[in-house]
């Protein structure tokens, strides 16, 4: 097979072992399924419910999509800026989008290690959408094809401003690089600039507390 093939397999997962990892943490068990059903992992409150019976089941389905970029300075544009991108099936969307126990969940990498972070193993940032943001992105079209390419693009920007306290923030944007409703993200880390939503879309926790509020 290409080795191109290989690079896109390892990266991707790399991505979802990552939100394994991160599930563990926060006390759920997590698992991927043998078939690819457009969910690559499923999270369990398997230890809660063996240690008490009483509690009920909770179980959360996600896509996992993983990219690699180098952020720099663009012309015309204060800070440091870059667009990645995530292709996933129609279908996936469809299914995802449906109820807020399903998220997409991003992780990129950063290709120049001694840029952002200080290992390549690192994550340079991590952000979800769970299905509820994706059925309101892609109503305000947020998802497109590309000429040639079976799946749908997802585009998001990721930002930092160029005064010393800016914070990094992931933008959801439509083919022509415009903001989708309910497309911003937050700052991470910074206080006083909450997603569009309110939530915590840079961790596992901040996703988990969001879905058990409704």
């Not at 097979?1 to 068990?29: H, V, W």
């Not at 959408?129 to 109503?139: F, I, N, T, W």
């Not at 990094?168 to 569009?196: F, H, I, M, S, T």
Request: net charge negative.
């Amino acid at each position: 097979m290409a080795q191109d093939f290989f690079d896109l397999l390892y990266t991707g997962y790399t991505g979802e072992y990552q939100l394994m990892s991160s599930l563990y943490r926060n006390g759920l068990d997590a698992l991927r399924p043998p078939a690819d059903m457009g969910i690559d992992v499923v999270s369990l409150n398997l230890k809660e419910r063996l240690a008490n019976p009483e509690i009920a089941a909770e179980t959360f389905y996600f896509q996992v999509k993983t990219a690699v970029t180098s952020v720099c300075e663009v012309n015309g544009r204060p800070g440091a800026f870059a667009t990645v991108e995530f292709r996933l099936k129609a279908s996936e969307v469809d299914l995802l989008a449906r109820s807020r126990d399903r998220a997409l969940f991003c992780y990129v990498y950063n290709s120049r290690a001694d840029a952002l972070t200080d290992a390549y193993e690192t994550p340079f940032i991590c952000f979800w959408l769970d299905g509820e943001l994706l059925a309101k992105v892609r109503d305000g079209g947020a998802f497109f094809r590309k000429e040639g390419e079976p799946k749908l693009t997802l585009a998001c920007q990721l930002r930092k401003p160029a005064h010393e306290y800016g914070h990094w923030y992931a933008l959801v944007v439509d083919e022509d690089g415009n903001k989708v409703e309910g497309g911003y993200l937050g700052a991470v880390g910074g206080e006083g600039y909450p997603a569009d939503d309110e939530a915590d879309h840079y961790s596992v926790g901040g996703y988990l507390a969001h879905a058990r509020s409704c």
